[in-house]
């Protein structure tokens, strides 16, 4: 019957790309010349699956999740597709050039080929992301109402786009325009290094009734999302200011607070994945998420993460790693430091908190040299930037002990520190057992304090 299937679609899609399926099925089918894997994947609102290339590239597949947004992609590319119950597409791609060669063609492909050219276009009218968020107040508020127009204007190019694809695509460029509104004291602050820069009360006042508790917008996974995160952010960030509490806890009672159990659960597992491995106060952390939470499958798993933390609290032995390439030649092991107190950054090439503080912590070995303790940096960089790492530390003449981890983020020594974004900054005694598994990084006078006492 399958057989069956399969060859009744191919003649209808030999046949005319207007062809209509079944209205139970969309059948797609393309070709990936020069393809970087032979094996794709296709997420929708029913899950994904696995499109294996034949040797020429070319593929046939029947979808049965109907009408919606799906996402065509491997490792390295995407094309974001809205396909239709009943309808008969074909893709192309170049691999070595997807971005720019991806091609839907047969029934109404306009909806797709809007989505597939979207963020291209969203680049042009917004130009360079630093630059626009840089922006004076006033001169932002109006390039940020431009960018929302020209945005409906380019949706509305786009003649055959489904009735209620445009309707639910002009909420989602709205909340988008919002999005950048909400988020720009915040970025302001960070690309103008003005640490104090508010925004008018005024400002915001196109946020005022906003419902940030609208489960069915927030499950699209779009912009409306990012919405929702930010609000409650800066709601925390107000909370920890005012009540003097760690930021860390103070986003977990703030979304612990939401009505809505879907909203409040993607929220806390999103922060915890990440903040109870920067916390220090873990034990209250764990407990206080565990308190507001009501997803048994989440609180699995930061039980899980707990444990892990719990092994690299103080006076732990440290997690080891051995061989890593060093730049000045040869291989080093973190037993070789045996006798030293050691500080450990871990970063990358491409990572700009990372660089910012290269030149305080270039300051901080200057300021201990000759000391008993070493200074060892870990680059998570790919293997493919290999070379930028070498040139990097050439370069910028990076002091200390420069090495590159042996599998970037998967490596065992990366992942037994639960380390999920960098910079990271570890400190560890003369025994190689732990001090600080969240050191302060260079630029926080609390490092100098904390070395002093350790009487190097």
Not at 7 to 19: D, E, F, G, N
Not at 22 to 38: Q, T, V
Not at 435 to 440: C, L, R, S, V
Request: charged letters at 25%.
């Amino acid at each position: 019957m399958k057989k069956f299937i399969l060859i009744l679609l191919s003649m209808l899609l030999l046949t005319s790309c207007k062809a209509k399926l079944p209205k139970n099925y969309i059948l797609l089918s393309g070709n990936i010349s020069n393809p970087p894997s032979k094996e794709f994947r296709l997420g929708g609102r029913g899950g994904s699956i696995t499109i294996t290339l034949a040797e020429d590239g070319s593929f046939l597949d029947t979808i049965t999740s109907g009408t919606g947004h799906y996402i065509f992609f491997d490792p390295r590319n995407r094309a974001d597709l809205y396909l239709i119950n009943g309808g008969v597409y074909h893709l192309t791609a170049d691999g070595n050039d997807f971005k720019n060669t991806v091609k839907l063609t047969g029934t109404d492909p306009d909806a797709s080929n809007y989505l597939m050219t979207k963020t291209s276009k969203i680049i042009e009218v917004r130009g360079d992301y630093a630059e626009f968020y840089s922006l004076n107040e006033a001169d932002f508020s109006a390039k940020a109402a431009m960018i929302k127009e020209k945005l409906f204007s380019y949706l509305d190019s786009f003649p055959n786009i489904p009735k209620e694809f445009k309707e639910a695509e002009r909420k989602e460029l709205h909340y988008y325009y919002l999005k950048t509104l909400i988020k720009y004291e915040n970025l302001h602050q960070y690309y103008t290094k003005q640490p104090d820069f508010k925004v008018s009360s005024s400002f915001l006042k196109e946020l005022e009734g906003v419902d940030y508790l609208n489960e069915k917008a927030y499950r699209l996974r779009a912009s409306y999302e990012d919405l929702v995160a930010e609000y409650f952010k800066r709601k925390a960030e107000e909370l920890a200011e005012t009540d003097s509490i760690d930021k860390h806890l103070a986003k977990l009672k703030i979304i612990g607070a939401i009505p809505n159990d879907f909203i409040k659960n993607d929220l806390l597992i999103s922060a915890a994945n990440n903040e109870i491995t920067y916390t220090n106060n873990l034990d209250e952390y764990y407990n206080t998420f565990l308190y507001v939470s009501t997803s048994v499958t989440n609180n699995n798993r930061i039980t899980k993460k707990y444990r892990a933390l719990k092994k690299l609290s103080k006076g732990q032995d440290s997690p080891l790693f051995n061989d890593y390439v060093n730049h000045a030649g040869g291989t080093t092991s973190l037993s070789d430091f045996k006798g030293k107190y050691v500080y450990i950054d871990v970063w990358a090439t491409w990572c700009a908190p990372c660089l910012a503080e290269v030149p305080l912590l270039k300051k901080i070995e200057k300021q201990y040299h000759g000391k008993n303790i070493v200074f060892v940096s870990i680059s998570v960089d790919t293997e493919k930037a290999h070379d930028s790492w070498r040139k990097m530390v050439t370069d910028k003449q990076l002091s200390g002990v420069q090495l590159l981890a042996d599998k970037d983020w998967n490596s065992d020594f990366i992942k037994a520190y639960e380390i999920k974004g960098i910079p990271r900054f570890i400190l560890l005694d003369i025994d190689g057992k732990i001090i600080n598994a969240n050191a302060p990084k260079p630029s926080d006078p609390n490092l100098v304090t904390i070395l002093n006492e350790l009487n190097l």
